[in-house]
Nanobody, 115 residues
Framework: QVQLVQSGGGLVPAGGSLRLSCAAS????????LGWYRQAPGKQRELVAG???????KYADTVSGRFTISRDNTKNTVYLQMNSLKPEDTAVYYC?????????WGQGTQVTISS
């Protein structure tokens, strides 16, 4: 069993920056694939960024060049650095960890970008 605890959400003006963190319990963090998802009102949950256990990364086209996903295996933590934020980035953001085909989810955190 894995538990994920998120922090770092908030209200930010357009053009600003924010960093989200997600800390995982357990002893197999280095074997996990990790990701950040978001869900805006009336929209389906979508993948924002992902990082493999070997630190290969991928991004949604809408955030490429603005967001950076990273992991620190010594702290069992995955981060999402968000720069040049836009109002359309407003959503609830969820971290995700996957191992052996099983997905675990963080509690979600609200990110609101004002115009």
């Amino acid at each position: 069993q894995v538990q994920l605890v998120q922090s770092g959400g908030g209200l930010v003006p357009a053009g600003g920056s924010l960093r989200l963190s997600c800390a995982a319990s357990g002893s197999i963090f280095s074997s996990m694939s990790l990701g950040w998802y978001r869900q805006a009102p009336g929209k389906q949950r979508e993948l924002v960024a992902g990082i493999s256990r070997l630190s290969n990364t991928k991004y949604a086209d809408t955030v490429s060049g603005r967001f950076t996903i990273s992991r620190d295996n010594t702290k069992n933590t995955v981060y999402l650095q968000m720069n040049s934020l836009k109002p359309e980035d407003t959503a609830v953001y969820y971290c995700n960890a996957a191992v052996y085909g099983i997905y675990y989810w963080g509690q979600g955190t609200q990110v609101t970008i004002s115009s």
